[in-house]
């Protein structure tokens, strides 16, 4: 895969350096607005990067580049990506997707069409999850937190917004944190029946943090994402023969937890609360260790372009489709108007 990196943010520096061991990526371009040229003429020299520009046309008609990877703000993911497969270009788009779903289909089709290839860049661990779901038996409820206080947070309250808290950028905490949270769900029980969010609202009408309930046949799946509060993150998924849990922050997650009863054994005891206690199996699980949090599906999207694996794209862009359908859904039934 021959990549180039659309932007010049925290998150192109991220990838960057995630993408560094990873020997089927040749970074070949960067592009970056004309104030920011010095730092994309940076990173070009840190990173052996060929070519620089400051015309996103100009990029599209003359990279040796067959992939994009779009790390712009939150509003800006939809036209980019559009131009850029519309030009011939695989993307890699950056979470959320996009702001609409409309826009979301609109990327679908163009990327059939034209046998192109087109991905979200987010880390969840719940395909190593989907291998232990069938232990647990009957699902009754999914709950998931991912909260941490946002290093902006201060001067948004200052009356400083940033993107990340406007809405005119898409920001706030349900498509910038809670996302995570969604994926995990839908990766692992598909498109929820229905989905509203309970959120907390800033004076400029954004969320900083709210609760999601999706509603699946026989559970909810509970998913907490704050902005402008902490705690620890998790999620975990309750059957009736056990749980299993990611006992991190979702977007950083490694290791896996899955404990299930144990059905050789019958007796059972009571616990000093009165519960019922089975004895049970109890499996961990450690993720390979990487890079950066980011290698990995680097690694996965540059095997998939190359290989032109297209069903393997098509779970990907799948999830991703249902995911934004839910984030849509969401965000219109609690008033929240990008």
Do not use: W
């Not at 990327?111 to 232990?132: C, G, R, S």
Request: charged letters at 30%; one cysteine or more; aromatic letters at 12%.
């Amino acid at each position: 895969m021959k990549l180039a990196l659309i932007g010049t943010g925290k998150i192109i520096e991220d990838a960057l350096f995630a993408m560094e061991p990873v020997e089927t990526i040749e970074r070949t371009a960067i592009f970056a607005r004309p104030h920011s040229r010095d730092k994309a003429e940076k990173f070009a020299k840190q990173y052996a990067i060929k070519e620089v520009y400051t015309d996103y046309e100009e990029l599209l008609e003359k990279t040796e580049a067959d992939t994009v990877y779009i790390g712009l703000i939150n509003s800006a993911h939809y036209p980019y990506a559009k131009q850029a497969l519309l030009a011939g270009k695989n993307v890699i788009l950056e979470k959320p997707f996009t702001g609409f779903y409309e826009e979301t289909k609109d990327l679908e089709k163009i990327a059939n069409d034209k046998k192109l290839f087109i991905f979200e860049a987010i880390t969840v661990l719940h395909n190593e999850m989907k291998k232990n779901l069938n232990k647990l038996g009957n699902i009754r409820m999914a709950l998931c937190n991912y909260s941490q206080y946002s290093s902006r947070y201060d001067a948004y309250l200052e009356g400083d917004i940033t993107h990340s808290f406007d809405p005119a950028y898409y920001g706030g905490s349900l498509y910038d944190i809670n996302v995570y949270n969604i994926h995990y769900c839908v990766g692992l029980f598909g498109e929820p029946k229905d989905a509203t969010y309970y959120p907390n609202i800033g004076p400029n009408g954004i969320d900083t943090s709210g609760t999601l309930v999706m509603e699946y046949d026989g559970f909810s799946a509970v998913c907490t994402g704050s902005k402008d509060s902490d705690s620890p993150g998790y999620v975990c998924v309750q059957g009736e023969k056990g749980f299993m849990k990611v006992d991190s922050k979702p977007n950083i997650a490694s290791e896996l937890k899955t404990v299930y009863a144990d059905e050789n054994i019958k007796e059972k005891v009571k616990d000093a609360a009165g519960a019922m206690v089975r004895a049970t199996i109890t499996e961990d699980y450690k993720a390979p260790e990487h890079h950066h949090r980011m290698t990995q599906e680097f690694t996965d999207f540059a095997r998939v372009i190359d290989e032109k694996d297209y069903e393997t794209a098509k779970e990907f862009l799948d999830e991703t489709v249902a995911v934004v359908k839910v984030l849509e859904t969401a965000r219109k039934k609690a008033g929240i108007e990008f």
